[in-house]
């Protein structure tokens, strides 16, 4: 019902606003047409590009609620990998959980925060490391935009709706792989210097998604509208 209902609003719309590639995808899939689709990222507000990072060697982060379509259940394996491998790392989850489900074995080895205040959250990231996201799926993850702000290497999925590139500002990982997702992990904390690299294209690549950028975005995409109207 929810498919055909977003179907027919498609049908009638002029332009269809999409936040990302992966968003995109599966509007066309579903009958989108491709002639309607305009692609216009969110934003952040560009105060999180003023933050001077501190990163810890060996901090991984998340944040958001913890769940299965968040990943964190690959996260949690990746975790265990690690540890069994003697990588010396800690991983932090940041975010709303439930306190039984992550007792369970399937989620065991990360280090669970909760949800904090907004102003312990940007702490988080300018102590961390590494940011990583295991998403099944997501229209387009403000969080890692944040990361990226904060110098933060992204090691994310395709289905993240990411603005990340592969192995430029981090990593593209396959949904649903806890192996590559520790490998990845380990090797941003073995090479320091690429880890120094991603995080200076990380810190460039969020210049390119504020607030003021996703305005110009938008207004460029109507204004493509209104061409074709006259």
Same mark, same amino acid.
């Given at each position: 019902? #929810?498919?055909?209902?977003?179907? +027919?609003?498609?049908?009638?719309?002029?332009?269809?606003?999409?936040?990302? +590639?992966?968003?995109?995808?599966?509007?066309?899939?579903?009958?989108? %047409?491709?002639? *309607?689709?305009?692609?216009?990222?969110?934003?952040?507000?560009?105060?999180?590009?003023?933050?001077?990072?501190?990163?810890?060697?060996?901090? !991984?982060?998340?944040? #958001?609620?913890?769940?299965?379509? &968040?990943?964190?259940?690959?996260?949690? =394996?990746?975790?265990?990998?690690?540890?069994?491998?003697?990588?010396?790392?800690?991983?932090?989850?940041?975010?709303?959980? $439930?306190?039984?489900? /992550?007792? *369970?074995?399937?989620?065991?080895?990360?280090?669970?925060?909760?949800?904090?205040? *907004?102003?312990?959250?940007?702490?988080?990231?300018?102590?961390? $490391?590494?940011? !990583?996201?295991?998403?099944?799926?997501?229209?387009?993850?403000? !969080?890692?935009?944040?990361?990226?702000?904060?110098?933060?290497?992204?090691?994310?999925?395709?289905?993240?709706?990411?603005?990340?590139?592969? &192995?430029?500002?981090?990593?593209?990982?396959?949904?649903?792989?806890?192996? /590559?997702?520790? $490998?990845?992990?380990?090797?941003?904390?073995?090479?320091p210097g690429l880890r120094h690299e991603m995080s200076e294209n990380a810190r460039k690549r969020a210049k390119e998604f504020t607030w003021e &950028?996703? +305005? $110009?975005?938008?207004?460029?995409?109507? %204004?493509?509208? =209104?061409?074709?109207?006259?």
């Amino acid at each position: 019902m #929810g498919i055909q209902r977003d179907q +027919e609003q498609w049908s009638l719309a002029d332009l269809i606003l999409s936040p990302s +590639e992966f968003v995109s995808s599966e509007i066309i899939s579903m009958g989108g %047409k491709t002639e *309607r689709l305009a692609l216009v990222p969110y934003g952040i507000p560009e105060e999180w590009l003023a933050h001077q990072p501190n990163p810890q060697p060996g901090r !991984v982060l998340f944040v #958001g609620s913890v769940g299965l379509r &968040k990943g964190n259940h690959y996260l949690a =394996e990746a975790t265990r990998i690690l540890r069994r491998r003697g990588v010396q790392c800690q991983v932090r989850v940041v975010g709303p959980y $439930d306190s039984e489900a /992550i007792q *369970r074995p399937e989620f065991q080895g990360p280090t669970y925060i909760g949800q904090v205040p *907004r102003s312990q959250v940007l702490t988080e990231f300018l102590l961390a $490391d590494i940011f !990583v996201l295991p998403t099944l799926s997501e229209g387009l993850a403000l !969080v890692h935009l944040e990361a990226m702000a904060c110098g933060l290497p992204v090691i994310t999925t395709p289905n993240c709706g990411s603005v990340v590139r592969d &192995k430029i500002e981090g990593f593209i990982v396959p949904i649903r792989n806890a192996e /590559i997702l520790a $490998d990845r992990i380990e090797q941003l904390i073995t090479d320091p210097g690429l880890r120094h690299e991603m995080s200076e294209n990380a810190r460039k690549r969020a210049k390119e998604f504020t607030w003021e &950028k996703y +305005e $110009d975005r938008l207004l460029t995409a109507l %204004k493509s509208l =209104e061409a074709q109207v006259r």
